[in-house]
């Protein structure tokens, strides 16, 4: 598979293990309460998975990064030369109503799907088959409102659940806090014509 078609397949894949999730509920009337903040995007690689932490992970390997969606945050994919037919990503999918959703709601999509619940890894945690040779993991955090997508290719496809938990542990607050966020700035005034551009 040449690298372009590869970038393609790993983006096309973590995008569904994003959406292995069940869809946001209908929006309820709140009254005056104002809607919860949520983050429009999500740092860079280089912030959410930090040099260290990427040597401790995936040793020898390098990484590069592509934007998956807008919520969804990077596709940090990895390759390493003394590995050729390995080929791993990472990416993220962050929503505030994943603390309060029920484990069985959130794991149901990938179980259906042949995935196999993967014991003592975050909040929980589903590991899959899409194709032969591949593994892919999606753990949700205990202490964020994001899940973790890892996909691997090649190999030892095992050591999924190990990058997975590696990267649950590099993903805190303080490291998304890096990110931009919607909701009350300081200096927010009356929208402008390109705020009305940006909106969905």
């Known amino acids: 598979m040449r690298a372009g078609g590869r970038a393609a397949f790993f983006m096309a894949l973590a995008l569904v293990g994003c959406r292995s999730r069940p869809a946001d509920p209908p929006a309820e009337d709140a009254g005056n309460l104002p809607p ?3 983050r429009t995007a999500l740092p860079d690689c280089d912030v959410l998975l930090p040099a260290d932490d990427r040597e401790l992970m995936l040793p020898g390997f390098t990484m590069t990064q592509e934007r998956s969606c807008p919520t969804c945050g990077p ?3 990895f390759r390493s030369e003394s590995e050729p037919g390995v080929a791993v990503s990472i990416t993220w999918d962050c929503n505030t109503r994943h603390p309060q959703a029920d484990l069985h709601g959130l794991m149901a999509p ?3 799907a042949g995935g196999v619940e993967v014991p003592a890894l975050g909040r929980a945690a589903v590991r899959r088959t899409p194709a032969q040779g591949m593994s892919q993991v999606l753990a949700w955090d205990d202490d964020t409102d994001c899940a973790v ?3 691997w290719l090649g ?4 050591r999924a659940v190990d990058v997975a938990r590696s990267a649950l542990i590099a993903t805190t607050p303080a490291v998304l806090d890096a990110g931009t966020a919607t909701g009350d700035d300081a200096d927010a005034g009356e929208p402008d014509a390109g705020d009305a551009l940006k909106a969905p």
């Not at 190999?155 to 095992?158: F, S």
């Open 75 to 77: 596709l940090c994919a």
């Open 155 to 158: 190999g030892e496809t095992e």
């Open 36 to 38: 919860p903040v949520t």
């Open 149 to 151: 997508v890892v996909t």
């Open 110 to 112: 990938s179980l259906q």
